[in-house]
C-alpha cells in the first residue's frame, strides 16, 4: 500500500514537472513570438516613408533606389515582406521596376546565400523568394534541388521557381515530364506550374502533342488553351477520336477556344458520343453568343441527358429573337414532347430576367419583341403584358 | 477667385529661383518641412545632405517665424526629388526637429507655375498644420472633387489596397477602401461610388453574394454603379458566372497597373 502511494507521488511529480516544462516552452515559444512581431513592426514603422516612397512613385519613369542606409539581413526580410507581395500581384512595367528595385536592395544575394543554407526549411523558402524575384542565375541550382528533394508538396514550390527563372523552353519541357513520371500531381497543376514561366512555351506544348505519352498529349492540349497564336496543329483533330474521355475533352475544349470550328464541325459535336463535348459544345454557343448556330440547338435541348438538354435551352434564351423563337416552338410542341418542359421553363425565367433589368428603351424594345414571339405560339398572357 | 498666401521669407527666397526655372522650362524639386531648426542645425543638414546626394545642387531657407524648412533641388524630377526628402528626414528625425509633417513637390510635374506651386504648398502647411510626422507628396487641387470620380475597393489583400489606392489616388481618383464584403457593403450604401474594384474571395459576405446586393442598392436607388471584378479566380466557370452577375469588367491577378487604369478609364467614360 505504502509502496503504491509512493509510487503515485512519484508519478505526479513527474507528471507536473513534465507540464511545467511544456508549458514554459509553449510559453517561450509565444513570446518569442510575440518579440519578433514587435520587432518586425517596429522596423516596418521605420520604412513607413520609404514604402510610401515606392508606392507613389511606382508609375514615374525615374528608377526607384533602395533605402540610403546599408541593411541588416533582419531589415531584408521585413522588406522582403513587403515587397514580395507586391510583386506577386503587379505584373509588366510595375513589376519590373520592382525586381530590379529588389536586386538593388540585395534580396537576391541574401535568398541567393539561404538558398546554401543546411536547414532545408530555410532553402526552400529562398527557392520559393528567388522564383519570386525571377533570378536567372540560380535555375541550375533549383533543378538540383528538385531532383535532391524528396516527392512532397516542396517539389511543387521548387518546380513553380524553376518555371519562372528559367530562360530556356527546354528546361521547362524536361521540367514537366520530370513532374508527369514522378509526381501524382493533377495535370491542370503541372500545366499551372509551366505557366508561371514567361517564356513562349508553344513549342514546346506542340512537341506534347507528338508524344507516346497520354499525360504529356493532355498537357500540351491544356497548354496550347492559353496561346495567343491560335492556329492549331492538325494532330488535334486526332486526339478527338482518342481511347481517354479526358483526351476527347481537352481537344474538343482545345479546338472550341481557338474557334478552329466549322458549322458542320459544331453540328458533329453536338451529337458526339460524349455528353461532357455535346453539353460543352451547347454551352459555348450560348455564352460567346454564336447566333450563327442558333438552329443547331434544335436538336440536343430534346436530348435524354436533362444536363445538355437544359444547358441548351439557356443558350437558346441567351441567343436573341431567333433562340427565343426556338424555345416557343419547342414549348407549343411544335416538335414533339421532348424539351418541351424545359422550353418553357426558360422562356418564363426569360421574360421576367428581361422585365426585371428593364433600363433602357433597348431593353423595353427586345421584351415587347419576345412578347411578339410568344403570343404568336400562345396566345395573350395578361400577366406578362401587364409588366409593362 | 483670389487666394490668400501665407507670408513666409522662403517665398521671397525662392522667387527668382523659380522664376528662373519657370522661364527656361528646367526642372526642380521642391521639400517643405514642418520643423524647428536653428543656425547650427541648418549647417549641419547642409552637410549630411551634401556628404549623401553630392551631385545635388539645393538652395536651403528657413522660416523662423512658422517653423518652415524649404529646399529646391535643381534640376531633379519628383521620383528624386521625393527620395531626397527621405535623407532630409532621416536627418530631422535624427536630430528630433520635425514637428510636422513634409511636402515634395516638382515645377513642372505638379504645376506649371513653379511660383504658384510653392505657394499652395506653404499654404497647406502653414494653415493646415498636420501633426503626421511623414511625406506627403503635394496634390494639385484644379481638379475640382466633385469632378473625380470615386472607387471602392474591397480586397482583404492590404498590397492590393496599397498598391491599387495609391495608385488610383495619383491618377486623381477619390478612392475608399474594405477589407471585406460586409465592410464593403456597407461604404457602398454610404458613398455610392462610381466604380467598385472587387475580389470574389471575400470574407463577411462572398463576391457574388456582396455584387447581388450592390445590384439590388442600385435598382432600389435608381443608381448605376460599374463593377470591376480583380480576383485570383482564374478558372472559365468563375468568369462567365460573374458576367452573368452584371460586372463590366474581370481582371486576374498579376495584373498591370496600366491596364487596369485603361479599362477604369473606358467604364467611367462610358458612364458619362
Given at each position: 500500500?505504502?509502496?503504491?502511494?509512493?509510487?503515485?507521488?512519484?508519478?505526479?511529480?513527474?507528471?507536473?514537472?513534465?507540464?511545467?516544462?511544456?508549458?514554459?516552452?509553449?510559453?517561450?515559444?509565444?513570446?518569442?513570438?510575440?518579440?519578433?512581431?514587435?520587432?518586425?513592426?517596429?522596423?516596418?514603422?521605420?520604412?513607413?516613408?520609404?514604402?510610401?516612397?515606392?508606392?507613389?512613385?511606382?508609375?514615374?519613369?525615374?528608377?526607384?533606389?533602395?533605402?540610403?542606409?546599408?541593411?541588416?539581413s533582419?531589415?531584408?526580410?521585413?522588406?522582403?515582406?513587403?515587397?514580395?507581395?507586391?510583386?506577386?500581384?503587379?505584373?509588366?512595367?510595375?513589376?519590373?521596376?520592382?525586381?530590379?528595385?529588389?536586386?538593388a536592395?540585395?534580396?537576391n544575394?541574401?535568398?541567393?546565400?539561404?538558398?546554401?543554407?543546411?536547414?532545408?526549411?530555410?532553402?526552400?523558402?529562398?527557392?520559393?523568394?528567388?522564383?519570386?524575384?525571377?533570378?536567372?542565375?540560380?535555375?541550375?541550382?533549383?533543378?538540383?534541388?528538385?531532383?535532391?528533394?524528396?516527392?512532397?508538396?516542396?517539389?511543387?514550390?521548387?518546380?513553380?521557381?524553376?518555371?519562372?527563372?528559367?530562360?530556356?523552353?527546354?528546361?521547362?519541357?524536361?521540367?514537366?515530364?520530370?513532374l508527369?513520371?514522378?509526381t501524382?500531381?493533377?495535370?491542370?497543376?503541372i500545366?499551372?506550374?509551366?505557366?508561371?514561366?514567361?517564356?513562349?512555351?508553344?513549342?514546346?506544348?506542340?512537341?506534347?502533342l507528338?508524344?507516346d505519352?497520354?499525360?504529356?498529349?493532355?498537357?500540351?492540349?491544356?497548354?496550347?488553351?492559353?496561346?495567343?497564336?491560335?492556329?492549331?496543329?492538325?494532330?488535334?483533330?486526332?486526339?478527338?477520336?482518342?481511347?481517354?474521355?479526358?483526351?476527347?475533352?481537352?481537344?474538343?475544349q482545345?479546338?472550341?477556344?481557338?474557334?478552329?470550328?466549322?458549322?458542320?464541325?459544331?453540328?458533329?459535336?453536338?451529337?458526339?458520343?460524349?455528353?461532357?463535348?455535346?453539353?460543352?459544345?451547347?454551352?459555348?454557343?450560348?455564352?460567346?453568343?454564336?447566333?450563327?448556330?442558333?438552329?443547331?440547338?434544335?436538336?440536343?435541348?430534346?436530348?435524354?441527358?436533362?444536363?445538355?438538354?437544359?444547358?441548351?435551352?439557356?443558350s437558346?434564351a441567351?441567343?436573341?429573337?431567333?433562340?427565343f423563337?426556338?424555345?416557343?416552338?419547342?414549348?407549343?410542341?411544335?416538335?414533339?414532347?421532348?424539351?418541351?418542359?424545359?422550353?418553357?421553363?426558360?422562356?418564363?425565367?426569360?421574360?421576367?430576367?428581361?422585365?426585371?433589368?428593364?433600363?433602357?428603351?433597348?431593353?423595353?424594345?427586345?421584351?415587347?419583341?419576345?412578347?411578339?414571339?410568344?403570343?404568336?405560339?400562345?396566345g395573350?398572357?395578361?400577366?406578362?403584358?401587364?409588366?409593362? | 477667385?483670389?487666394?490668400?498666401?501665407?507670408?513666409?521669407?522662403?517665398?521671397?527666397?525662392?522667387?527668382?529661383?523659380?522664376?528662373?526655372?519657370?522661364?527656361?522650362?528646367?526642372?526642380?524639386?521642391?521639400?517643405?518641412?514642418?520643423?524647428?531648426?536653428?543656425?547650427?542645425?541648418?549647417?549641419?543638414?547642409?552637410?549630411?545632405?551634401?556628404?549623401?546626394?553630392?551631385?545635388?545642387?539645393?538652395?536651403?531657407?528657413?522660416?523662423?517665424?512658422?517653423?518652415?524648412?524649404?529646399l529646391?533641388?535643381?534640376?531633379?524630377?519628383?521620383?528624386?526629388?521625393?527620395?531626397?526628402?527621405?535623407?532630409?528626414?532621416?536627418?530631422?528625425?535624427?536630430?528630433?526637429?520635425?514637428?510636422?509633417?513634409?511636402?515634395?513637390?516638382?515645377f513642372?510635374?505638379?504645376?506649371?507655375q513653379?511660383?504658384?506651386?510653392?505657394s499652395?504648398?506653404?499654404?497647406?502647411?502653414?494653415?493646415d498644420?498636420?501633426?503626421?510626422?511623414?511625406?506627403?507628396?503635394?496634390?494639385?487641387?484644379?481638379?475640382?472633387?466633385?469632378?473625380?470620380?470615386?472607387?471602392?475597393?474591397?480586397?482583404?489583400?492590404?498590397?492590393?489596397?496599397?498598391?491599387?489606392?495609391?495608385?488610383?489616388?495619383?491618377?486623381?481618383?477619390?478612392?475608399?477602401?474594405?477589407?471585406?464584403?460586409k465592410?464593403?457593403?456597407?461604404?457602398?450604401?454610404?458613398?455610392?461610388?462610381?466604380?467598385?474594384?472587387?475580389?470574389?474571395?471575400?470574407?463577411?459576405?462572398?463576391?457574388?453574394?456582396?455584387?447581388?446586393?450592390?445590384?439590388?442598392?442600385?435598382?432600389?436607388?435608381?443608381?448605376?454603379?460599374?463593377?470591376?471584378?480583380?480576383?485570383?479566380?482564374?478558372?472559365?466557370?468563375?468568369?462567365?458566372?460573374?458576367?452573368?452577375?452584371?460586372?463590366?469588367?474581370?481582371?486576374?491577378?498579376?495584373?498591370?497597373?496600366?491596364?487596369?487604369?485603361?479599362?477604369?478609364?473606358?467604364?467611367?467614360?462610358?458612364?458619362?
Amino acid at each position: 500500500m505504502f509502496i503504491n502511494l509512493q509510487a503515485a507521488y512519484w508519478m505526479i511529480a513527474i507528471l507536473l514537472i513534465l507540464m511545467i516544462i511544456f508549458m514554459s516552452l509553449t510559453l517561450s515559444i509565444k513570446m518569442s513570438k510575440i518579440i519578433s512581431a514587435k520587432k518586425e513592426k517596429d522596423c516596418l514603422a521605420n520604412f513607413h516613408s520609404y514604402l510610401y516612397y515606392l508606392q507613389v512613385e511606382l508609375d514615374n519613369e525615374a528608377m526607384l533606389r533602395p533605402p540610403n542606409k546599408s541593411l541588416r539581413s533582419f531589415e531584408k526580410k521585413v522588406l522582403q515582406k513587403t515587397l514580395l507581395p507586391w510583386v506577386e500581384r503587379l505584373k509588366g512595367v510595375h513589376r519590373e521596376k520592382l525586381l530590379i528595385l529588389c536586386e538593388a536592395i540585395g534580396l537576391n544575394e541574401y535568398n541567393k546565400k539561404r538558398l546554401q543554407s543546411p536547414w532545408s526549411i530555410v532553402r526552400l523558402d529562398a527557392a520559393y523568394h528567388l522564383g519570386i524575384l525571377r533570378d536567372k542565375e540560380v535555375t541550375s541550382q533549383l533543378i538540383s534541388m528538385l531532383h535532391r528533394s524528396n516527392f512532397d508538396s516542396s517539389i511543387c514550390i521548387i518546380a513553380r521557381s524553376i518555371a519562372q527563372t528559367s530562360e530556356y523552353p527546354n528546361e521547362i519541357k524536361n521540367l514537366i515530364q520530370y513532374l508527369v513520371n514522378n509526381t501524382k500531381y493533377h495535370l491542370h497543376l503541372i500545366a499551372d506550374i509551366s505557366k508561371e514561366s514567361s517564356l513562349d512555351l508553344r513549342s514546346v506544348y506542340i512537341s506534347f502533342l507528338y508524344e507516346d505519352h497520354s499525360k504529356l498529349n493532355k498537357i500540351g492540349l491544356i497548354g496550347l488553351q492559353d496561346q495567343v497564336d491560335q492556329n492549331i496543329p492538325e494532330t488535334v483533330r486526332s486526339f478527338v477520336h482518342s481511347d481517354d474521355k479526358e483526351t476527347r475533352i481537352l481537344a474538343v475544349q482545345l479546338l472550341m477556344f481557338a474557334m478552329d470550328l466549322t458549322e458542320k464541325d459544331v453540328h458533329y459535336y453536338l451529337q458526339f458520343p460524349d455528353w461532357e463535348i455535346r453539353n460543352m459544345l451547347a454551352d459555348w454557343i450560348g455564352y460567346s453568343g454564336l447566333t450563327q448556330y442558333t438552329g443547331l440547338l434544335k436538336v440536343p435541348i430534346q436530348e435524354s441527358n436533362w444536363i445538355v438538354s437544359r444547358t441548351s435551352a439557356k443558350s437558346l434564351a441567351q441567343l436573341g429573337e431567333y433562340g427565343f423563337e426556338i424555345l416557343c416552338e419547342l414549348a407549343a410542341g411544335i416538335h414533339g414532347e421532348q424539351g418541351r418542359e424545359v422550353a418553357k421553363e426558360y422562356i418564363d425565367e426569360k421574360l421576367k430576367q428581361t422585365i426585371n433589368t428593364f433600363s433602357h428603351v433597348d431593353d423595353i424594345t427586345e421584351y415587347n419583341q419576345k412578347i411578339f414571339i410568344y403570343q404568336k405560339f400562345f396566345g395573350k398572357r395578361h400577366d406578362l403584358t401587364k409588366a409593362l | 477667385m483670389t487666394e490668400t498666401h501665407a507670408s513666409s521669407s522662403i517665398r521671397q527666397s525662392f522667387k527668382q529661383f523659380l522664376h528662373y526655372y519657370q522661364a527656361s522650362n528646367l526642372p526642380c524639386g521642391v521639400i517643405i518641412a514642418h520643423a524647428t531648426l536653428d543656425q547650427p542645425s541648418i549647417n549641419s543638414l547642409k552637410a549630411h545632405l551634401e556628404k549623401e546626394e553630392p551631385a545635388t545642387a539645393f538652395q536651403i531657407n528657413y522660416d523662423a517665424q512658422n517653423n518652415i524648412l524649404g529646399l529646391l533641388l535643381d534640376d531633379c524630377n519628383l521620383g528624386y526629388t521625393h527620395f531626397y526628402a527621405l535623407h532630409v528626414k532621416d536627418f530631422l528625425d535624427g536630430e528630433d526637429r520635425l514637428i510636422g509633417e513634409m511636402i515634395v513637390g516638382n515645377f513642372p510635374e505638379n504645376s506649371d507655375q513653379a511660383e504658384q506651386m510653392l505657394s499652395r504648398m506653404i499654404n497647406e502647411m502653414v494653415i493646415d498644420q498636420r501633426n503626421q510626422q511623414e511625406i506627403r507628396v503635394f496634390d494639385n487641387q484644379t481638379i475640382k472633387k466633385t469632378e473625380k470620380n470615386s472607387v471602392l475597393i474591397v480586397d482583404h489583400d492590404t498590397s492590393i489596397i496599397h498598391l491599387l489606392g495609391n495608385y488610383l489616388q495619383r491618377k486623381g481618383y477619390i478612392v475608399h477602401v474594405a477589407t471585406d464584403g460586409k465592410k464593403g457593403l456597407e461604404q457602398y450604401k454610404k458613398l455610392l461610388p462610381d466604380l467598385v474594384i472587387t475580389e470574389i474571395n471575400l470574407s463577411g459576405i462572398g463576391g457574388y453574394q456582396f455584387i447581388h446586393e450592390i445590384k439590388n442598392i442600385d435598382k432600389q436607388s435608381n443608381g448605376h454603379s460599374e463593377i470591376m471584378v480583380l480576383t485570383n479566380k482564374q478558372l472559365e466557370d468563375d468568369i462567365k458566372r460573374t458576367f452573368e452577375y452584371g460586372v463590366a469588367e474581370y481582371i486576374t491577378k498579376p495584373f498591370s497597373l496600366i491596364e487596369l487604369e485603361a479599362r477604369i478609364k473606358r467604364l467611367v467614360e462610358v458612364m458619362e
